[in-house]
């Protein structure tokens, strides 16, 4: 009882009405279509005049309040933006209008105020919050003015290629064609025929020609549809002419198909640039990335790495110029669109890659595990991380074959005369360093190469052999396709990877793991990596030869030995490419077309280009070079690993045979571990006179001038 008497007592909020507003008069009509003409001249000045004089007789319409805020901030050049998102956020508090929540949009007239806040959001680089208002917007299409109602579509588009939804980019032009142009294409201009100011004032639609060709051609460029794009390439280069903006569609064409000098010879051709101060685009930082990508493509990694650092000193020194009144503190006091202009982060991934390549291996980590820290969720940086660590404790197997590592077989020796005796070493790895530690601080070790795998792993959706399937009679959600499938992963700064993408990215980290692992005498774990990485459906040469080298070496540790000798079958070797089956199909069956192959990078040594789509390159094969290159050598080698097992089960003479085998290939200088493991089937065998002459051969400077 007490509970409904509170209840009944307790006062509900009460919101007071919004103010009725008067009728408009035919003079505050007036004053109004004054008001917007003056705007769309771009006299702001006098439009602000005419907006204050119909703020006298209309102080509470929230319309003619908005369009103040509006009108001033187009006077401000767009610089005093705290200013205009405090009368935005009055105005719409007057109106009783949350653009922070846009499910509460159910009035049409509140339209534009949710379509300023998504442009304000976009050049903030809020694209998801933007894009989520925006696709609510469009549900309100029809009843739109139609003015803005091409607005929220052309910026729709734009919103849909900066989140890489090219897709739904296509199908919002195609939708924006039929309002325009009744049959959805556009009529193709004659040769000649630019898109100047006189043909937009014969046809108000005219004006849009220029502008969907131009999503058209980015649509098509992330689609990677090479021969759809050069016709419409060939359609904007009649409409506007060779500008800027064509240029480097220009170029970026030419880059996809694989014609990188042509693409360096495009870009050199471009007119000079406005300031960034009007475009809110550093072209000089962009020409430099741009040549940076083209030079790593032609693996002139060196050259490529001048680039990208000049590219980032010119995106210093224009950020410093730009935040040269408040350090960048406030978003006032700059136009906006210059607000997010800084390419820093995306600079210093494209340095990392290339400094990576360049064998740089602790430069480019410094470089990516700053990168890192705002591209948390891509998971192909992190195995880049993994390869910096990697290379910086063993760059190559090289490094074996060169004489420091091979004196190192014999230590020394002791005494004199007839009592001389040689030192034999313990191996190559008898004093490894142990890092002290915690894993998880960034430095260039084998235990923060395994975090950063670790990572990536979990980035990765749910391998298809692992997934749980569904019971039979079941249906999988979402349409009945399974969760593994059609998943695009994201990669900022570049586009979502495609599934075939996905599956090359596992291979390449399951490989490394089990590298890593390797390295930590984590062998179990070694084990289930290269176990993992040999069921992959999709395995190039090359990581399927690694799974089975790195199983087999886990194996035999594992004491294993039976199993270890059936991984390391030679004859079941024969190819060590990195390029993945699905490509080397792609090649055979488009080798004959003109330019438009479109090819996929191997993921174990791919490279990153954040402001191009970056998974087509023309070159087959890795862009860094990798060991064994040819079947022949790596049958030796494998050949090498046989005779280890056998020596470890004790069989001798098969470890011998197989040795000698194995040295006939291998190539020379031999690496060190060969003359270890002759040594010691020799001496274990009593063959005493033929290890004294490999020593006196290959190892003279410490053995007596006399014969023993």
């Known amino acids: 009882m007490a509970e409904s008497l509170k209840t009944e007592d307790t006062p509900e909020p009460f919101e007071p009405p919004i103010p009725s507003l008067p009728m408009v008069t035919d003079h505050e009509k007036e004053l109004a279509a004054q008001a917007s003409q003056e705007f769309e001249k771009g006299h702001?000045?006098?439009?602000?005049?005419?907006?204050?004089?119909?703020?006298?007789?209309?102080?509470?319409?929230?319309?003619?309040?908005?369009?103040?805020?509006?009108?001033t901030y187009y006077h401000s050049g767009f610089k005093k933006t705290d200013e205009f998102k405090q009368s935005m956020l009055a105005v719409c508090q007057s109106a009783r209008v949350n653009v922070d929540n846009i499910d509460s949009l159910d009035d049409v007239d509140h339209c534009v105020m949710y379509y300023n806040q998504a442009v304000l959001l976009y050049y903030l680089k809020q694209y998801k919050a933007s894009l989520t208002i925006m696709d609510k917007l469009f549900q309100f299409i029809e009843p739109l003015e139609e003015s803005l109602c091409k607005k929220v579509m052309l910026f729709l588009v734009e919103l849909y290629l900066t989140t890489h939804q090219p897709e739904k980019a296509m199908a919002m032009l195609?939708?924006?064609?039929?309002?325009?142009?009744?049959?959805?294409?556009?009529?193709?201009?004659?040769?000649?025929?630019?898109?100047?100011?006189?043909?937009?004032?014969?046809?108000?639609?005219?004006?849009?020609?220029?502008?969907?060709?131009?999503?058209?051609?980015?649509?098509?460029?992330?689609?990677?549809?090479?021969?759809?794009?050069?016709?419409?390439?060939?359609?904007?280069?009649?409409?506007?002419?060779m500008t800027l903006p064509v240029v480097y569609l220009k170029s970026n064409f030419e880059y996809l198909r694989g014609n990188h000098r042509k693409a360096i010879k495009v870009l050199n051709s471009a007119p000079m640039p406005k300031h960034f101060m009007e475009t809110g685009e550093c072209v000089p930082v962009m020409y430099n990335n741009n040549l940076g990508c083209l030079h790593f493509h032609m693996r002139k990694h060196n050259l490529g790495t001048f680039y990208f650092r000049k590219a980032f000193e010119e995106n210093t020194s224009a950020m410093r110029e730009l935040n040269s009144g408040d350090g960048g503190a406030s978003l006032s006091g700059k136009p906006i669109q210059t607000v997010s202009m800084s390419r820093h982060y995306e600079l210093l991934y494209n340095l990392g890659i290339e400094l990576l390549h360049c064998g740089k291996p602790l430069a480019a980590f410094d470089c990516l595990i700053e990168a890192v820290q705002v591209y948390q969720i891509n998971p192909r940086l992190w195995l880049r991380l993994a390869e910096c660590c990697i290379m910086a404790n063993r760059e190559n197997n090289d490094v074996d074959r060169q004489l420091k590592q091979r004196l190192k077989v014999i230590e020394g020796s002791v005494g004199s005369g007839v009592h001389r005796k040689l030192i034999l070493s313990e191996g190559m790895h008898k004093n490894k360093e142990w890092c002290l530690e915690s894993p998880a601080m960034p430095v260039a070790t084998i235990e923060f190469a395994s975090l950063c795998l670790c990572n990536a792993l979990v980035l990765l959706p749910q391998d298809p052999l692992t997934?749980?399937?569904?019971?039979?009679?079941?249906?999988?959600?979402?349409?009945?396709?399974?969760?593994?499938?059609?998943?695009?992963?994201?990669?900022?700064?570049?586009?979502?990877?495609?599934?075939?993408?996905?599956?090359?990215l596992r291979c390449s980290v399951l490989a490394n793991s089990s590298y890593v692992s390797l390295c930590l005498c984590d062998y179990l774990v070694a084990h289930n990596h290269a176990e993992h990485l040999l069921r992959q459906p999709k395995l190039s040469g090359a990581h399927r030869y690694l799974g089975n080298m790195y199983n087999a070496e886990a194996l035999t540790a594992l004491d294993r030995i039976a199993d270890a000798v059936q991984h390391l079958n030679i004859e079941v070797v024969t190819d060590v490419s990195t390029t993945p089956p699905e490509q080397k199909q792609d090649q055979t069956d488009k080798g004959d077309r003109n330019g438009d192959k479109e090819q996929e990078l191997g993921e174990s040594k791919g490279a990153l280009n954040p402001w191009s789509p970056r998974d087509v390159v023309s070159y087959a094969g890795a862009l860094y070079p990798w060991s064994p290159r040819d079947v022949v050598k790596a049958r030796a080698l494998m050949q090498y690993n046989l005779a280890v097992a056998h020596a470890v089960r004790g069989e001798f003479d098969k470890a011998m045979n197989n040795l000698m085998q194995s040295t006939k290939d291998m190539g020379s200088p031999l690496p060190a571990q060969v003359y270890f493991l002759r040594l010691y089937l020799d001496l274990l065998e009593g063959r005493r006179k033929i290890a004294q002459g490999i020593i006196k051969e290959h190892f003279g400077h410490v053995t007596p001038n006399r014969a023993i």
């Open 44 to 71: 702001y000045q006098a439009s602000l005049h005419t907006l204050n004089r119909l703020a006298v007789t209309r102080g509470n319409d929230h319309k003619v309040a908005y369009n103040k805020a509006i009108a």
């Open 174 to 241: 195609s939708f924006l064609e039929k309002q325009l142009f009744g049959n959805g294409k556009q009529s193709t201009p004659e040769k000649g025929d630019k898109g100047d100011s006189s043909s937009h004032e014969g046809s108000p639609t005219e004006f849009y020609r220029p502008r969907l060709s131009h999503y058209k051609v980015r649509c098509l460029l992330m689609l990677k549809s090479m021969k759809s794009c050069k016709r419409e390439l060939k359609n904007l280069m009649n409409i506007m002419g």
């Open 467 to 504: 997934a749980t399937e569904a019971p039979s009679g079941e249906e999988h959600p979402e349409g009945g396709t399974k969760p593994h499938e059609n998943i695009m992963v994201p990669a900022p700064p570049g586009n979502p990877m495609r599934p075939s993408e996905v599956a090359n």
